[in-house]
T-cell receptor, first 117, second 116 residues
Framework: DTGVSQDPRHKITKRGQNVTFRCDPI?????LYWYRQTLGQGPEFLTY????????KSRLLSDRFSAERPKGSFSTLEIQRTEQGDSAMYLC???????????????FGPGTRLTVL | AQKVTQAQTEISVVEKEDVTLDCVYE???????LFWYKQPPSGELVFLIR??????QNEISGRYSWNFQKSTSSFNFTITASQVVDSAVYFC?????????????FGTGTRLLVSP
């Protein structure tokens, strides 16, 4: 199995611009999570999809953030009107729902590092 | 509420030394998972281990071992005979069990520096 992939790996943008990140989970993983990690901190949960349904959102996810997972495959995270405080690593993880040994374990992608100037 | 505390911000050791990374957690759930992830300089979080709350048996995998003690709410990680390649930030994490939504709650991480 190929792992979780994310694109782009790095994004530099100017304040006020919109950005979109993509995550491709491990095939057949029906659960997908987005996290944000700032320097010196652990990742913090942003949002959760089960198949195509967005079931949970953190209070960290302001109105400027939107996420989708059409058809329950890849996911996108869009940030509108970026602010300097949005600078962080955005991590995507996927896991399988089931009863197998490797279910309920989240596997992470390489992340997208966003810098807002 | 769930919380994970990694009190050690940074640890420096010389190659071949043993090192233990501490993790203390808080949760009101009766069933839960505990995890350790490794984050090398490249930035990707690499899964190391998952333990179920009802299984307190310690685990060993090569140079890595984990000590889970429910009585003290701790899940410590020991690297035996450390190597330079072990240099990374290590995160302990906690999630609920038996539910579709299992967000990970992470500690702030421990940076391990192994020098030759």
């Amino acid at each position: 199995d190929t792992g979780v992939s994310q694109d782009p790996r790095h994004k530099i943008t100017k304040r006020g611009q919109n950005v979109t990140f993509r995550c491709d989970p491990i095939s057949e993983h029906n659960r997908l999570y987005w996290y944000r990690q700032t320097l010196g901190q652990g990742p913090e949960f942003l949002t959760y999809f089960q198949n195509e349904a967005q079931l949970e959102k953190s209070r960290l996810l302001s109105d400027r953030f939107s996420a989708e997972r059409p058809k329950g495959s890849f996911s996108t995270l869009e940030i509108q009107r970026t602010e300097q405080g949005d600078s962080a690593m955005y991590l995507c993880a996927s896991s399988a729902l089931g009863t197998g040994v490797h279910t309920d374990t989240q596997y992470f992608g390489p992340g997208t590092r966003l810098t807002v100037l | 509420a769930q919380k994970v505390t990694q009190a050690q911000t940074e640890i420096s050791v010389v190659e071949k030394e043993d090192v233990t990374l501490d993790c203390v957690y808080e949760t009101r759930d009766t069933t839960y998972y505990l995890f350790w992830y490794k984050q090398p300089p490249s930035g990707e979080l690499v899964f190391l281990i998952r333990r179920n709350s009802f299984d307190e048996q310690n685990e060993i995998s090569g140079r890595y071992s984990w000590n889970f003690q429910k009585s003290t709410s701790s899940f410590n990680f020991t690297i035996t005979a450390s190597q330079v390649v072990d240099s990374a930030v290590y995160f302990c994490a906690l999630s609920r069990m038996n539910t579709g939504f299992q967000k990970l709650v992470f500690g702030t991480g421990t940076r391990l520096l192994v020098s030759p």
